[in-house]
């Protein structure tokens, strides 16, 4: 069964780096979000994309975050300049996008990241 | 805007016993409906969801749910809970693809 993939499994990095966090959806999905959840806390929407642009971001998603689709399988997140509360479990999702409310999501794995 | 709510932090079950995970919403326009099931260190598995019809929908590891509209409610429910179902519990709404997330719900299941 076709899965969503994330890399990697675990990022750490020192405050005010730029980290990358990369997922591949499942290759027919047209629609690709990010979402992150800190630690013991609920999964919060960051961003969806589609057709090579942002459909809707939160207001999370602020001037440090972007997204793109470099090439035809992957997605990812970049995070600018690192700060401590951005250590989170950051997830990926597609969703075929048939029909955008009833379709499925489908989670990748998650990117733990640790900023120190 | 849409929201849900997890009453619940934590459900303890013993083994063998039903289980319900509660869930309730709030959204304008038709309900859509998920529940997401995580294992530690791992990701959001989908386990079903309601998007019309029959109030009681069927998933995955034998899990169903019961749609309920005056209640405005989508409780997560087995009829005899596994050791192995112990795990963190979401119930989504989804709207125009994206989903909001409760707040979660622990299952712990005791032999």
């Known amino acids: 069964e076709p899965e969503v993939t994330q890399t990697p499994s675990h990022q750490v990095t020192q405050m005010g780096q730029e980290v990358i966090l990369r997922c591949v959806p499942i290759?027919?999905?047209?629609?690709f979000y990010w979402y992150r959840q800190i630690l013991g806390q609920k999964v919060e929407f960051l961003v969806s994309?589609?057709?090579?642009?942002?459909?809707?971001k939160s207001e999370i998603f602020d001037d440090q975050f972007s997204v793109e689709r470099p090439d035809g399988s992957n997605f990812t997140l970049k995070i600018r300049s690192t700060k401590l509360e951005d250590s989170a479990m950051y997830f990926c999702?597609?969703?075929?996008?048939?029909?955008?409310?009833?379709?499925?999501?489908?989670f990748g794995p998650g990117t733990r990241l640790t900023v120190l | 805007a849409q929201s849900v709510a997890q009453p619940e932090d934590q459900v303890n079950v013993a083994e063998g016993n039903p289980l319900t995970v509660k869930c309730t919403y709030s959204?304008?326009?038709?309900?859509?409906l998920f529940w997401y099931v995580q294992y530690p260190n791992r990701g959001l598995q989908f386990l079903l969801k309601y998007i019309t019809g029959d109030n009681l929908v069927k998933g995955s590891y034998g899990f169903e749910a019961e749609f309920n509209k005056s209640q405005t409610s989508f409780h997560l429910k087995k009829p005899s809970a596994l050791v192995s179902d112990s795990a963190l519990y979401f119930c989504?709404?989804?709207?125009?693809?994206?989903?909001?997330f409760g707040d979660g719900t622990t299952l712990t299941v005791k032999p």
């Open positions: 959204v304008s326009g038709n309900p859509y």
């Open positions: 290759s027919n999905h047209l629609y």
């Open positions: 999702a597609s969703l075929s996008g048939t029909l955008l409310s009833t379709d499925t999501q489908y």
């Open positions: 989504a709404v989804n709207h125009a693809g994206k989903s909001t």
């Open positions: 994309f589609y057709n090579n642009e942002i459909s809707e």
